[in-house]
């Protein structure tokens, strides 16, 4: 079976499990506070051109999600996301869990518009009984999106301006950003994130790391007692050295753009193989995720040879799937299901 269902099904790219296999046997100090991590730390404050930075390395992102939102936030706020946002549908109600509401807005391609963050917050600070309400007080994005779309910095800044007005942290999930940083057509870059955003994280889990999220803060308020509550946590990882030589090797010689670029040249080729076959897409996702719209049959058909995942039922006959292209991709699987595409759509 070939899997495209995501992109992190394989272990660790080869570089860095060299990397970890050649420390292996090295004694560090634990909780982050090795020479790994300190090094790892000032790579990503310099390729984010944020010298003044905090940079603390986690684990996975439901764990970043939470953390950085219930250290960011009162006991009696909440964060704004669109309704299709990973915190809101795939989480299993971790936010929620540290005491604050997911404050949803509707939202036809996944994308926060500056327009109805506004609205909203509008809304709520025009309601005379305010105080009874959950108050918004975080807008949280993805870059990408869940639907794979990317935003613009023009975007970006529209929703800054929103956030100043309203006094809103503004936190980016950055999963899957590296693939972000891969589209050519992007303007958004990590210096530019840094002086947009409060936080943001960097994700290694999906981009060649065995586990790993790096959180870069550049809101002196958030800075404050960080560590204390990873500890409170159990974000505190005892054998820190293993983020610290794992991001340390992904942002040496520019390693996360190899992935990246990588990645998402075999997302072209997949999108080419549904595209050259006459099929719709449900998004148009420059990323490497990918939405074709086929057909029920073709679904069982291909599904005896590769795994893919189901998104949205589209109509009676149809249906939206995703295939992720990743780091891992080969070449020769994206050739298999280029024929198995042409072999059971040929008319």
Not at 47 to 57: E, I, M, Q
Request: charged share 25%; proline share 3%; glycine share 6%.
């Amino acid at each position: 079976m070939i899997k495209f269902d995501c992109d992190y099904l394989e272990g660790t790219h080869p570089k860095i499990l060299e990397a970890l296999v050649k420390t292996n046997m090295e004694q560090t100090v634990g909780y982050g506070e090795d020479e790994y991590c300190q090094k790892a730390r000032q790579l990503i404050k310099d390729a984010c051109n944020a010298p003044d930075a905090d940079v603390h390395l986690l684990v996975g992102g439901t764990q970043t999600n939470a953390l950085v939102i219930s250290s960011a936030l009162r006991p009696y706020q909440g964060v704004v996301c669109v309704e299709s946002g990973h915190i809101n549908v795939h989480e299993a109600g971790a936010v929620e869990a540290t005491g604050h509401k997911v404050l949803s807005i509707p939202t036809d391609d996944g994308k926060m518009k500056a327009e109805d963050l506004e609205h909203y917050c509008a809304e709520y600070w025009a309601d005379v009984t305010k105080e009874h309400i959950v108050q918004p007080a975080m807008l949280y994005i993805s870059q990408p999106t869940e639907s794979g779309m990317l935003y613009t910095k023009a975007e970006l800044l529209e929703l800054r301006k929103v956030c100043d007005k309203y006094s809103l942290i503004f936190f980016v999930d950055g999963a899957r950003l590296i693939y972000s940083l891969a589209n050519k057509n992007t303007d958004v870059r990590l210096p530019d994130l840094a002086k947009i955003c409060d936080v943001f994280y960097i994700g290694g889990t999906k981009a060649g790391l065995l586990f790993g999220e790096a959180v870069v803060i550049t809101n002196n308020a958030i800075k404050k007692d960080f560590r204390n509550m990873m500890k409170r946590a159990g974000a505190m990882l005892s054998k820190g050295r293993l983020l610290g030589v794992q991001f340390s090797e992904l942002f040496t010689n520019g390693l996360y753009l190899e992935i990246s670029s990588h990645a998402m040249e075999c997302a072209q080729e997949i999108h080419a193989i549904f595209d050259d076959a006459g099929f719709e897409f449900l998004y148009n996702s420059p990323t490497n995720q990918l939405f074709p719209i086929i057909e029920d049959s073709l679904q069982e058909k291909l599904s005896e040879e590769f795994s893919f995942e189901f998104w949205k039922r589209v109509d009676e006959k149809r249906s939206a799937v995703r295939f992720c292209s990743s780091w891992a991709t080969k070449k020769e699987n994206i050739d298999k299901l280029r024929s198995a595409v042409e072999k059971y759509t040929q008319k």
